[in-house]
């Protein structure tokens, strides 16, 4: 598998995501602003956001490069972000701290 690069292209698809978002963007967001900078606050609630974040934080860390790895990587950070990782962490940065530090807690998820 060619490696990906571009968190827009995947791993995962807008189909893949296991939770229901709300179609389209929220009043005043922009969704072609996700992601950048990673200092940026995460809307858990806008499925473009949670789709980039996901794909980003498994192209990052999943140690498998091979496709179902990485699909199966991002739908879990998807369930521990929605399921487990505090509602006060808002900002992407201490989100994907939280997810480093306590990743190997959430084994069965």
């Not at 296991?18 to 806008?46: C, I, K, M, S």
């Not at 496709?67 to 199966?72: E, F, K, R, T, Y």
Request: hydrophobic letters at 35%.
């Amino acid at each position: 598998m060619s490696q990906i690069l571009d968190p827009r292209l995947g791993p995962l698809t807008k189909d893949d995501l296991q939770f229901n978002y709300p179609p389209g963007a929220a009043t005043g967001d922009n969704p072609n602003l996700r992601g950048t900078p990673d200092n940026v606050l995460l809307n858990r609630h806008e499925w473009y956001e949670m789709l980039y974040f996901c794909n980003k934080f498994a192209i990052d860390c999943c140690k498998e490069r091979d496709l179902a790895s990485m699909v199966s990587f991002a739908k879990r950070t998807e369930r521990i972000v929605q399921r487990q990782a505090p509602d006060y962490l808002r900002s992407q940065t201490h989100i994907i701290d939280w997810l480093k530090r306590n990743w190997d807690f959430f084994q069965h998820i």
